[in-house]
């Protein structure tokens, strides 16, 4: 069984920062990549940002310059740091991890239960 749960979701204004973290936990062989999503109401669940190690990294062009997804392999955590926040960031975010529960399985990807970022104006 694999859980991953998210923290640090929360209230902030415009122009303020939030730090939410992800930590995957259960029988883990191997972590591959692991990754943000966010979902607005009544939009569709998009990639924020995403991490395979320290130097391959990927960002919704929304975000390029203002969040920073990092990752400690020891702990098996993402975090996602998000500075300069606006409004359009309000969102349910989503942590996610491809990984594989033994040497020979497959790469299976598991979510997070979400936490609520809301950026007010």
């Known amino acids: 069984q694999v859980h991953l749960v998210e923290s640090g979701g929360g209230l902030v204004q415009a122009g303020g920062s939030l730090r939410l973290s992800c930590a995957a936990s259960g029988s883990i062989f191997s972590i591959n990549r692991m990754g943000w999503h966010r979902q607005a109401p009544g939009k569709q669940r998009e990639l924020v940002a995403a991490?395979?190690?320290?130097?391959?990294?990927n960002y919704a062009d929304s975000v390029k310059g203002r969040f920073t997804i990092s990752r400690d392999n020891a702990k098996n955590t993402v975090y996602l740091q998000m500075n300069s926040l606006k409004v359009e960031d309000t969102a349910v975010y989503y942590c996610?991890?491809?990984?594989?529960?033994?040497?020979?399985?497959?790469?299976?990807?598991?979510w997070g239960q979400g936490t609520q970022v809301t950026v007010s104006s």
């Open positions: 991490i395979i190690s320290g130097d391959n990294t």
């Open positions: 996610n991890a491809d990984l594989k529960l033994s040497m020979r399985g497959y790469t299976y990807a598991y």
